[in-house]
């Protein structure tokens, strides 16, 4: 490359890889963090199962391992391979599972294994990725759970939030 031309400054910073799994319902990305074991593959499965009950489009990101980097004021979530369409489910295994290259993270789902907190503070409700602030939400990690992490997708996403 002659020593005139310069390449273009990068957008996005260096991705970390995280223990999570990331989805998609419509626009939004949503990562599921917690413990080995702790139901994030099972909370994914069953978000994406509850979305496209009620017609909205959802689709697998990424499963056990998930390469984050922000993009400007945004949280990119992306496969890592080669897990690329893998899911685990319990009682089955690694099975096959339609995924999608990128989503922007607009939700973070903390598996905290107990009863959640009935009233969290505001600054519960919010963390940082990255360097991106983003709304959080902290679940038992229980069949039902879907429905809340749903109706706190749609609430953060609303238009004018």
């Given at each position: 490359m002659s020593p005139d031309v310069r390449r273009p400054?990068?957008?996005?910073?260096?991705a970390e890889r995280i223990h999570a799994t990331a989805i998609t319902v419509g626009e939004a990305g949503i990562l599921i963090r917690g413990a080995s074991g702790s139901g994030k593959s099972s909370l994914a499965l069953a978000l994406i199962g509850l979305a496209?009950?009620?017609?909205?489009?959802?689709?697998?990101?990424?499963?056990?391992?998930?390469?984050?980097?922000?993009?400007?004021?945004?949280l990119l979530a992306r496969p890592v391979a080669p897990l690329e369409g893998i899911v685990e489910r319990r009682g089955l295994g690694l099975t096959p599972?339609?995924?999608?290259?990128?989503?922007?993270?607009r939700l973070a789902v903390d598996l905290i294994g107990e009863e959640p907190v009935r009233m969290p503070e505001p600054e519960d409700l919010v963390d940082s990725l990255a360097g991106v602030d983003l709304p959080r939400l902290r679940v038992a990690g229980r069949p039902g759970d879907e429905r809340l992490v749903l109706a706190a997708l749609d609430l953060f996403t609303e238009p004018g939030s």
């Open positions: 400054a990068r957008a996005t910073a260096a496209r009950q009620s017609g909205r489009f959802a689709r697998l990101v990424a499963d056990d391992r998930v390469a984050v980097s922000a993009a400007g004021e945004r599972e339609p995924f999608t290259g990128a989503a922007v993270v």
